[in-house]
């Protein structure tokens, strides 16, 4: 049993063995004081001596309802295994018991037993529970290497000594579980692990417990140190030469850090809780101290944890690389291969020579460059990466305020493999943060939102390694238009170094891409790039964003709008740089909200700039020849399909100018075909069967009325697709051409017929009875509840006199662009674009509108529809 002196004896008195019987209402009562005590005094206590409490409240808990079951009277014991039997047992933490039997046992004992597991529950300790004979427990631990550890962690409760004393020499003896296979089998296990988990360390919902670098990950060391040494406690490690003091001080610090993230989560979520989700970070942060101010609070707390758990997976690669060296001996069996006079080759490592060769510190870079010419080479040996992380800690300023460093920096990034394994170790063992010290201020850097799934420099590092990427023609297949741009690109080092930039500058303040242009720039200077290669980096950094926000918020079709933005890349060799910083980009970002909407809007984009730069900018596209040309290229498309074209030009009569420009021939020979075919006094639905932009184009074509957009947006909504974009007009004899760009719930467009039919009746349903189906009333996500979003409407001056553009920012939830239609139809606008986009838990969309007599909205008119989507929103 554990003895901690901080529980107030009043908790305790009554759970002594002379104390009066306690009836299960009591005992309850006695854990919710006791569960109040621990959030009392959490900033009282040292998080360890909060957890050992509660164990050792529970052990005197279980030793009490043991006696009162009368089970202290019969040859069995109680033991506690894992967590529980270590002594650590946050708020919510499950119990583990093994009740120790000498073999079979009485039906008379088994009723006592499962009464005694019974009032545990009832009395609500989440209990898991095994009744074995020793000769079971170490038949199953043989055959389960998670059974073993379990065992290995037990200790004695209360009961029969003699049990746990039989059951202990098994444990300890060599052949139960030889410490060269159990440490392979929780390498292994930890491997899986890792795997299942891929990606997810630096994700912004974390699970402390399980993430690489979470406190399994601190577990794993002290179970294969516990096997091998029979060593009780981590610190038992040092005496044994694998951990030095300041790293065993490190370690500790981190699983502390962790123990109180997990217990204050216990506390917030009230179970049993690991994942760290949006729903819990605010709570969570604030019980931890780092304050009340929501986002900025949460960030904080964040950054130190993604930056703790960075240390953990470094010293565990480090401590299980020794363990595998001194258990397997696989060092003892492995010529060492020279590399060059600074380094070797142990296996599939590389190893230092000199263990104080880090003193000079260009070593740091040309060990990176030797991994980078040696594609055998797959890691670091622990021993240089302990050698590195005493040197790192001792480093005063950057390294790149050596000019040889500098040069060796320079030559990694123009390296034809720099950018892979190499940079992937740079990054893991923060010899980039500590070479940049711009990059070390970004390291951890958490943006709570939905929309980014990473921390600032683990998304940054993933946007580089998709620029690198592109240019292996092994993955040529993924993105072929980037494939083939990144490997005709002369110096591919300028989109990595501008991969660096991009957002290096978060969290200062200001605006991240300007003032990571400045810092750009500087980097080119001291780093003796030319002036021409120094101002495009930094133009890059400047304007990553433009491409996505000219793709996803303006009407790309408009000559004009692409005329505005081929003026700011002013040539192809801008152009092919930033397309593909641009996909990387948005990739890195957030993969689950990439999707073939946004990929095709960027290729088209950046082949209509190409064609605007090989026609020439001094030369834009005269409006009235592209109109015919279109015509006639819809014409010839309607002759092939056998449809009389005389029929065809009476109807396109009726439409105005406008529509030939933005809709391509393809689809306007499509719509001709059907309208001309379809009874005009009903609503007309087509959907494409071949997506359109990487969407499905859902067109109707109806008698004009107000509630046009609200209807056909909700019944969308309703219909859980995500809009994209639309485009509305009327014609001069009273009839609406709409078209909506949808993509499913998984971003994808649509493909089962049945649903599309299904949408199709639905519309038209709708459309006869012109009534819009309500979607407001659906439930906000509970992740969303998390965010704040202030409603912002803005005015924009358009092009077009006759019409004006509005901004929407809002908080996204359930039926909002219906309910915004709803308010365009009760204010009389009249919508002829709108450009949905959706960031996460916010919305930003771009409308672009008249009044009912088709000008531009007034100043009242303006006012009155603010108020109202204000309101609405």
Request: charged residues 25%; neutral net charge.
């Amino acid at each position: 049993m554990l003895h901690n002196p901080i529980i107030p004896a009043h908790l305790t008195s009554k759970l002594a063995p002379a104390a009066l019987a306690l009836s299960t209402s009591e005992l309850v009562e006695l854990g919710q004081e006791f569960y109040q005590w621990l959030i009392d005094n959490f900033h009282k206590y040292e998080i360890t001596a909060l957890v050992h409490a509660r164990a050792d409240f529970v052990d005197q808990v279980l030793q009490k309802v043991w006696c009162q079951h009368h089970l202290d009277e019969h040859q069995i014991s109680l033991l506690a295994v894992g967590g529980y039997g270590r002594g650590e047992l946050h708020p919510h933490s499950d119990v583990d018991i093994l009740i120790l039997t000498q073999s079979k046992i009485s039906k008379e004992l088994e009723h006592y037993i499962a009464a005694f597991i019974t009032e545990l529950w009832d009395i609500r300790l989440d209990i898991g529970h095994s009744v074995r004979s020793v000769k079971e427990c170490v038949t199953r631990a043989k055959a389960d290497v998670t059974i073993a550890t379990n065992l290995l962690e037990s200790r004695l409760i209360c009961g029969n000594t003699m049990l746990e004393e039989q059951l202990r020499p098994h444990l300890n003896k060599k052949e139960f579980w030889p410490s060269d296979k159990f440490f392979i089998a929780k390498r292994d296990e930890q491997k899986q692990r890792h795997q299942q988990y891929r990606g997810a360390a630096y994700t912004l919902e974390p699970n402390l417990k399980a993430n690489p670098g979470g406190l399994r990950d601190i577990q794993t060391i002290s179970w294969v140190a516990k096997r091998h040494f029979l060593a009780n406690t981590i610190q038992q490690l040092v005496e044994h030469d694998y951990l030095s003091d300041n790293e065993l001080a490190e370690l500790i610090e981190c699983q502390d850090y962790l123990w109180r993230m997990r217990f204050c989560l216990h506390i917030v979520a009230g179970r049993s809780e690991n994942r760290l989700l949006f729903d819990y970070q605010g709570d969570v942060a604030n019980m931890m101290g780092f304050g009340d101010d929501g986002k900025p609070a949460v960030e904080r707390m964040m950054k130190r944890f993604f930056r703790i758990i960075n240390s953990i997976n470094e010293l565990n690669e480090m401590l299980l690389q020794h363990f595998e060296q001194g258990i397997l001996g696989k060092d003892q069996h492995v010529t060492p291969v020279d590399i060059d006079k600074h380094f070797e080759q142990v296996g599939t490592l590389i190893r230092v020579k000199n263990r104080r060769g880090f003193i000079r510190h260009s070593m740091f870079l040309k060990l990176f460059i030797a991994i980078a010419d040696n594609p055998k080479i797959k890691g670091i040996h622990s021993q240089t990466i302990r050698n590195m992380r005493n040197t790192r800690r001792r480093l005063i300023g950057g390294l790149n305020d050596y000019a040889t460093c500098r040069t060796l920096f320079m030559e990694l990034m123009r390296h034809p493999n720099g950018l892979g394994r190499a940079f992937n170790l740079m990054h893991r063992h923060e010899i980039l943060a500590n070479y940049l010290p711009e990059w070390q201020s970004i390291v951890g850097q958490m943006q709570f939102d939905l929309f980014h799934a990473y921390s600032v420099d683990e998304h940054s590092y993933r946007l580089i390694k998709n620029l690198y990427r592109f240019s292996l023609p092994e993955h040529n297949h993924e993105f072929p238009l980037c494939s083939t741009i990144a490997q005709k690109i002369r110096k591919p080092e300028l989109l990595y170094i501008a991969g660096i930039f991009h957002d290096i500058a978060k969290g200062r303040g200001g605006d991240h891409s300007k003032l990571g242009a400045v810092d750009a720039l500087a980097f080119g200077k001291v780093h003796k790039m030319s002036e021409h290669d120094s101002r495009l980096v930094a133009w890059l950094v400047q304007h990553h964003l433009l491409m996505s926000v000219t793709a996803q918020r303006k009407d790309i079709s408009d000559p004009e709008v692409i005329a505005k933005f081929a003026s700011v890349v002013r040539d192809e060799n801008r152009l092919d740089y930033l397309y593909c910083l641009t996909v990387a980009d948005m990739r890195a970002t957030n993969e689950s909200l990439w999707n073939s909407w946004k990929s095709n809007l960027l290729q088209e984009l950046y082949f209509a700039t190409k064609a605007a730069f090989r026609r020439g900018l001094e030369k834009p596209v005269e409006l009235r020849t592209k109109i015919r040309e279109n015509r006639q290229k819809a014409l010839e498309k309607v002759a092939e399909q056998g449809i009389d074209l005389e029929s065809v030009k009476t109807l396109w009569k009726q439409l105005k100018p406008d529509y030939f420009l933005r809709y391509t021939p393809t689809q306007q020979a499509w719509h001709a075909r059907h309208i001309l075919s379809h009874d005009k006094q009903k609503p007309l639905v087509i959907i494409s069967e071949k997506p359109y932009r990487g969407g499905t184009e859902v067109f109707v074509y109806t008698k004009d009325k107000s509630n046009i957009f609200a209807t056909i947006v909700s019944v969308l909504s309703a219909k859980k697709l995500s809009i994209h974009d639309a485009k509305i007009m009327t014609s001069k004899d009273g009839y609406t051409l709409n078209t909506f760009v949808v993509l499913d719930g998984k971003g994808h467009p649509l493909k089962d017929l049945y649903y599309l039919d299904n949408i199709k009746t639905t519309l038209n349903q709708y459309l006869t009875e012109g009534e819009a189906i309500d979607v407001s009333n659906k439930p906000i996500p509970s992740k969303l509840k998390q965010f704040k979003v202030r409603t912002k409407i803005s005015f924009i001056k358009h092009n077009n006199p006759n019409v004006c553009s509005i901004e929407v920012v809002a908080m996204d939830r359930p039926g909002l662009l219906a309910d915004i239609g709803q308010v365009f139809q009760e204010c009389d606008v009249i919508v002829h674009t709108a450009k949905i986009s959706t960031y996460g838990e916010r919305v930003e969309d771009i409308f672009i509108v008249s009044n009912k007599n088709e000008q531009a909205l007034s100043i009242d008119e303006q006012n009155q529809l603010e108020s109202r989507l204000c309101e609405m929103a």
